[in-house]
């Protein structure tokens, strides 16, 4: 039974729009993650080269950070896909759990004085 498991199939269980949309998935993730890669070297390279002044550099990198965020649950985490819900409903309420949590915590540590 298992002297054919080194031979290939003869035919994919895939339809040809299923091995499209596929190929089409990939390259989209390819791309989604060099520009990940080129706004991360961006956030290094913006404060190592002191080209952004001292008073915007933290909400630079933040902005660049909320981008790619945007990009990691939408593209890697499937957010943008059907039939999701829960995980999406998982992530959105841990969201709102997790800021709140942080916020408080840095107030009593006292990072932030107000």
Not at 69 to 95: E, P, R, Y
């Amino acid at each position: 039974m298992a002297d054919n498991l080194s031979q290939s199939f003869d035919k994919s269980a895939m339809s040809e729009e299923e091995k499209r949309q596929t190929k089409k998935e990939i390259k989209r993730q390819i791309v989604v993650f060099a520009l990940m890669i080129f706004l991360t070297i961006l956030a290094f390279a913006a404060v190592a080269s002191d080209i952004i002044p001292h008073s915007f550099a933290v909400p630079f990198i933040l902005i660049l950070a909320a981008i790619q965020l945007a990009l990691q649950l939408l593209f890697f985490m499937h957010m943008k896909d059907k039939d999701h819900g829960w995980a999406n409903a998982f992530m959105i309420s841990g969201i709102f759990i997790t800021v709140p949590t942080i916020a408080a915590l840095m107030l009593l540590l006292g990072v932030t004085k107000y």
